[in-house]
Nanobody
Framework: QAQLVESGGGWVQPGGSLRLSCAAS????????VAWYRQVPGKERELVAH???????SYVDNVKGRFTISRDSARRTVILQMYDLKPDDTGVYYC?????????????WGQGTQVTVSS
């Protein structure tokens, strides 16, 4: 059964760093593009970074130079290293494939991990 487990979130002051991790069951990540998404209350979930099966990475403009997405050699874990965090980075972070996984006809999401950036 498909499973995504995000971890590593927390509270940090502006300018701080966090390292998010996403573990996937089976071979979900092996041949797929994988992304980190961010959900802010009142806004649509947005894709902030992705990494292709060929390890090409891409970022939205407002995180470029501050966030780095990577995957482990076994291709079961995807990391989002975040530096110089800003209050606008606050949100619940989810990992998923691109396009988003479907299970039993519906989109599947893990529980996400909360990131709060405030002073």
């Amino acid at each position: 059964q498909a499973q995504l487990v995000e971890s590593g979130g927390g509270w940090v002051q502006p300018g701080g760093s966090l390292r998010l991790s996403c573990a996937a069951s089976g071979s979900i990540f092996t041949f797929n593009t994988v992304a980190w998404y961010r959900q802010v209350p009142g806004k649509e979930r947005e894709l902030v970074a992705h990494i292709t099966s060929g390890d090409i990475t891409s970022y939205v403009d407002n995180v470029k130079g501050r966030f780095t997405i990577s995957r482990d050699s076994a291709r079961r874990t995807v990391i989002l290293q975040m530096y110089d965090l800003k209050p606008d980075d606050t949100g619940v972070y989810y990992c998923n494939t691109v396009p988003v996984m479907t299970v039993n006809g519906g989109r599947y999401w893990g529980q996400g991990t909360q990131v709060t950036v405030s002073s």
